[in-house]
């Protein structure tokens, strides 16, 4: 009796011993799988960071319906996330916040959305730093679209539209001729305006008080370079921005307005900066998917105008 009492304390011993290895080594597994995955999150941020890509903030529970705002990521902590967002925030706390951002892989753009809480908020001079909760999950997502708004007359200070052959993009302001049409604060006749614009594309009115003539003869495709030069809030004051675009026709409507107008769907193909004083033109080839990043502050900055 005594050797089956030892016997079955033995095989408890040895079963318990058994199912302790076994909840060790899943617990260890699975703290190693939670490592890498983690590793994997931090990478994807960081490349996110390295590729200068734009965080898109959208703030939760603020009691405010605040759009969606531009951030940049300063650092990738273990446990916290760094970013500096580019308008000043009120001194909210603890708010819930779904961020968005893509990566460029070789197969391809891949589009990321996590959520998070606001740890901690600082400003310094026009500027917003913000400390967001490291995320557990990364969720593949759709590609965000781009707002658009409608610029306010007084903020867009000249517009100008010349048909385009593609091999000729000016390389200097001394390369570009007249004008097709164009418009500049003091004109009487505001020949063309912004319907809306976004950091892909705008959308350009054109007025046509004869149906027969439209102003410019383009189809779908046909390549356009633009020249805006528009006001951007800075502290109390604005700056004026020189802003050259080539665009790409892909969409053509008329309008039964009193007098009817062209309206051209644009999407741009290459953007350049003019620095003031300069007449090099220095383009850049603009992103379907990352858009335009000086044209993301100020639709930004309009659409926050007009959500106040």
Not at 46 to 60: D, G, H, I, P, S
Request: aromatic share 8%; with cysteine; charged share 20%.
């Amino acid at each position: 009796m005594q050797g089956d009492s030892y016997f079955l304390i033995m095989a408890g011993l040895i079963v318990g011993l058994l199912i302790l290895v076994v909840f060790l080594r899943n617990n260890l597994k699975k703290a190693q799988r939670e490592k890498r995955r983690q590793a994997v999150i931090n990478e994807t941020l960081v490349t996110a960071q390295e590729q200068n890509e734009l965080f898109e903030l959208k703030f939760l529970n603020t009691g405010e319906n605040a759009p969606g705002m531009p951030a940049t990521m300063l650092h990738v902590l273990g446990d916290s996330l760094h970013m500096e967002i580019l308008h000043t925030l009120p001194k909210w706390k603890n708010a819930y916040v779904d961020v968005y951002f893509h990566v460029l892989q070789p197969a391809g753009s891949i589009f990321y959305k996590f959520r998070s809480q606001l740890r901690s908020l600082s400003h310094e001079g026009n500027k917003t730093f913000v400390v967001l909760a490291a995320p557990q999950h990364l969720e593949v997502g759709q590609r965000r679209s781009f707002m658009r708004v409608k610029p306010p007359y007084a903020s867009v200070r000249a517009l100008g539209v010349w048909t385009l052959d593609e091999a000729d993009i000016p390389r200097t302001t001394r390369d570009v001729g007249r004008p097709t049409v164009f418009y500049k604060t003091g004109m009487e006749v505001r020949s063309v305006l912004i319907e809306n614009i976004s950091a892909t594309g705008m959308a350009l009115r054109f007025m046509m008080p004869d149906p027969e003539n439209p102003p410019l003869q383009v189809e779908k495709g046909t390549p356009l370079l633009c020249l805006l030069v528009y006001a951007m809030q800075e502290g109390e004051g604005e700056k004026l921005v020189t802003f050259w675009c080539t665009c790409q026709v892909v969409n053509i409507r008329t309008t039964k307005d009193s007098p009817p107008a062209l309206v051209l769907g644009l999407e741009f193909t290459n953007w350049a900066m003019l620095e003031p004083g300069k007449t090099e033109i220095h383009w850049f080839h603009a992103s379907p998917t990352r858009g335009v990043a000086p044209l993301t502050l100020w639709v930004m900055q309009l659409d926050r105008g007009v959500h106040r």
